[in-house]
Every structure is written in structure tokens, then in C-alpha cells.
């Protein structure tokens, strides 16, 4: 039976990275929209050229057209035994064709990394960088003297120290706009998938350690069988 697994959380859940993990150390593909977008316009099928042709008008990329290249990417050899999704589906149409394409390869399993949206804003709040060489670092979690350590890339950090400052694409409107966006398009995801007995919620507020391991506890309790750890 494969391993087929949709993940939701807001962004800045850490969900891309968790995804990226389970994916690799399950040796089945992580999926997400946003490449597979890129890289059927980059191979120039017929579909990657519709793609392309809309992206071009500044138009969104329909149903139809997302569902075509998504379908087309996991029927392929390595996608069999298994794939974890990010960012599809988004909408109730691609979530039943979804079903469709797996219908003979076992449940869709579905995990939401759930953390509340003032978590995620006080996060951002938090995340600096430095102007010299671009290391991150967390104003809330660091100590001061922490802070410094996490910053000695370029002799200029070395030198005069970490120049840190908040990230401007972080901003708290920003932020709250895409969790707006994400609410909209989820909760009908949410109300698809939370009915099923494949359907997960864990904590997102864990470290990342302890998220890896309630997504494969998760995972393992959906399935009815151990998963590799
Ligand atoms: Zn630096």
C-alpha cells in the first residue's frame, strides 16, 4: 500500500521543511505545487506551454491545468509507492481528483500542522538576519550572547559583530494577509479531509525534532502500520 500523504499548516509552521524530510528519509517524492508549476513550463509539454500562456496573461493557473500536471507528475514510476504533497491540493475539486488519481493505491492520509495564527506573527516578530552575511536568528529564543555566536560568516561579522535586522518581506501586515489567504483556501481542505479516519492534527508548536516525530507517528497510526522512523 503506498504511503500517500497530503500535509497542511499555515505558512511559517514549518511545513515545506517537514515535508521535505519525511519525503527524503521515506524515499518517496515531495511534491509541491509551486516546482512542479516551474518545471512543466520549463520542459515545454503541452500542458507546461498552457501553463506558461496563462502565467504570461498574469492569470491564475485553473483547476483543470493544475490537476492535468499534478495527475501527470504522480503517476510517474517514483511517485507509485508513495508522494507527500505541499500545496495541493487547494480547492474541493482538486482534492476529489486527487482521490481519483489514487484510487487503486490506498487512503489519501492527511496531516495539518497546527499552530495558532498569533505563534506565527510573534515568530515573525522575532526573526532577524544580518545585513553582512545573512545568517537568521530568533530574538525571542536566542540569548544576546547566543546571538553573536550565530553570526561569524564574513570577517566583517567577525570583526564588528552581527548586524542584525528584521526581515522587511516578514512584516506583521504581511504576515496576516497570507494567513488570511491560507484560512480561505484550507478550511474547505480541512472540512474535506478531517472526516476520514486517515485525517491527523499534531502540534506545531513542538520543536521541529518533536514535529518530525508526531508526523510519523502520525502517519504510522493513519496507515495502521510502523512507518521507518
Ligand atoms: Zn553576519
Not at 519525511?22 to 524515499?27: K, L, N, P, V
Request: hydrophobic residues 40%; glycine residues 8%; charged residues 30%.
Amino acid at each position: 500500500m503506498a504511503l500517500n500523504l497530503v500535509m497542511l499548516g499555515p505558512p511559517g509552521a514549518g511545513k515545506g521543511t517537514q515535508a521535505e524530510r519525511f519525503a527524503r528519509e521515506h524515499g518517496i517524492p515531495k511534491v509541491s505545487t509551486g516546482d512542479i508549476l516551474r518545471e512543466a513550463v520549463h520542459s515545454g509539454t503541452a500542458l507546461g506551454q498552457a501553463v506558461q500562456a496563462v502565467m504570461e496573461r498574469g492569470e491564475l493557473v485553473s483547476d483543470d491545468l493544475i490537476i492535468g500536471i499534478v495527475g501527470e507528475r504522480l503517476t510517474r514510476p517514483d511517485a507509485l509507492a508513495g508522494f507527500v504533497l505541499d500545496g495541493f491540493p487547494r480547492t474541493a475539486a482538486q482534492a476529489k481528483a486527487l482521490d481519483e488519481i489514487t484510487a487503486l493505491r490506498g487512503p489519501v492520509i492527511c496531516v495539518e500542522i497546527k499552530v495558532p495564527d498569533e505563534e506565527l506573527v510573534r515568530r515573525v516578530r522575532g526573526r532577524r538576519v544580518c545585513d553582512d552575511c545573512g545568517a537568521n536568528a530568533d530574538a525571542f529564543e536566542h540569548k544576546p550572547d547566543a546571538l553573536s555566536d550565530l553570526c561569524q560568516n564574513t570577517e566583517r561579522c567577525r570583526a564588528v559583530g552581527p548586524k542584525w535586522v528584521a526581515r522587511s518581506d516578514d512584516s506583521e501586515t504581511v504576515v496576516r494577509e497570507r494567513l488570511k489567504i491560507y484560512w480561505r483556501d484550507t478550511r474547505p481542505m480541512i472540512e474535506y479531509y478531517s472526516a476520514r479516519p486517515t485525517f491527523r492534527v499534531i502540534d506545531g508548536l513542538q520543536s521541529p525534532e518533536q514535529v518530525r516525530e508526531a508526523l510519523v507517528g502520525a502517519v504510522a497510526s493513519a496507515l495502521g502500520r510502523p512507518v521507518a522512523q
